[in-house]
């Protein structure tokens, strides 16, 4: 183990999210854990994926994005009916005269 004594609030955070995680990276450090999985991906045949996350995220974002435009058309689209329902029933009571 590493031979500072301050665990840090982002270590907490790693280790509620994954105590084995926290541990063996306080034990081996991140590039070590960094080395070992790329070894064993290449024991595997797996080529590393050096920006798979990044892949994924861009993903998320592009999939949200389109998300909230389809929202935002639809809240105006919506609110344009209730306008136009508006109008008509008060055109058609006699309220309103044009």
Not at 63 to 73: I, K
Not at 78 to 91: K, T
């Amino acid at each position: 183990m590493k031979d500072d004594k301050t665990i840090s609030a982002s270590e907490i955070n790693r280790y509620i999210f994954c105590n084995y995680q926290w541990y063996y990276e306080r034990k081996y450090g991140a590039a070590e854990l960094r080395r070992r999985k790329k070894e064993y991906l290449e024991e595997l045949g797996i080529e590393p994926a050096e920006n798979g996350h990044l892949q994924r995220g861009l993903v998320f974002h592009a999939r949200f994005g389109r998300y909230r435009r389809l929202r935002l058309v639809y809240v105006w689209l919506r609110a344009a009916v209730i306008i136009a329902a508006f109008i008509y029933l008060l055109l058609a009571s006699g309220i309103v005269v044009i």
